[in-house]
């Protein structure tokens, strides 16, 4: 069965420091990865995806994102975070149509 | 391109009571989805449609809930016999094609007393 696992739930930065959050997936084929932010009251919103080819994307907001197909992993980096990054981040695969979604890591920047 | 809207945004309503909400997707989109999503979770699938065949189902829908989108545009989603445990964000989102980026709406806040 396919998942999605972001090992951290809660990660707390100062603003200014760099950001890397973390996602693994269990899945037997080259995934579809993405990145997903959410702000309180809102909907989710796409940062990023990998579908193939360079295994280091680029985002929106400055973000980026690393496959690793050893590791199974797709973490998402940021080299200087603002106090509006924070938010609720969500990994997602997509397998058949359909995504599935890691558990979310909360981040809270530090003034 | 105006996105992903649902309406209502937030529902009060009381046990066994029935809910319906809307989603519309963005036009040209052919795929919709429905997903629920909990305090402190991911959103989990619920059912997608292509165009207004309803392709599949999660076993998340018990029979109380019932999705549709009768000419390929909006989609509702109803609930009957509402249970607390019905309490949840429930998010549509849409897509062109098959594995593409879904886009999502702001979702609808379902609070069953």
């Known amino acids: 069965a396919q998942s999605v696992t972001q090992p951290d739930i809660h990660i707390t930065v100062s603003e200014g420091a760099s950001l890397e959050l973390r996602c693994n997936y269990s899945y037997g084929a080259t995934p579809y990865l993405f990145w997903y932010v959410q702000s309180p009251g809102q909907g989710l919103q796409l940062l990023l995806k990998y579908f193939s080819g360079d295994t280091l994307v680029q985002g929106i907001k400055g973000f980026e994102a690393e496959f690793k197909r050893s590791q199974s992993s797709f973490n998402l980096r940021k080299p200087s975070v603002h106090w509006s990054d924070a938010a609720e981040y969500f990994c997602a695969v997509v397998n058949f149509n359909k995504f599935y979604f890691g558990s979310g890591t909360k981040l809270n920047v530090k003034p | 391109d105006t996105g992903v809207s649902q309406d209502p945004r937030h529902k009060i309503t009381k046990r066994g009571q029935n809910v319906t909400f809307r989603c519309d997707p963005i036009?040209?989109?052919?795929?919709l989805y429905w997903y629920r999503q909990t305090l402190g979770q991911g959103p989990e699938f619920l059912t997608y449609?292509?165009?207004?065949?309803?392709?599949?189902k999660s076993r998340l829908l018990s029979d109380r809930f019932s999705a549709e989108r009768p000419k390929g545009s909006f989609s509702t989603l109803e609930i009957q016999r509402t249970e607390q445990g019905d309490s949840a964000m429930y998010l549509c989102?849409?897509?062109?094609?098959?594995?593409?980026?879904?886009?999502f709406g702001p979702g609808t806040r379902l609070t069953v007393l």
């Open positions: 449609f292509q165009n207004e065949a309803q392709l599949e």
């Open positions: 036009s040209e989109h052919n795929r």
């Open positions: 989102a849409s897509s062109l094609v098959s594995g593409d980026t879904q886009y």
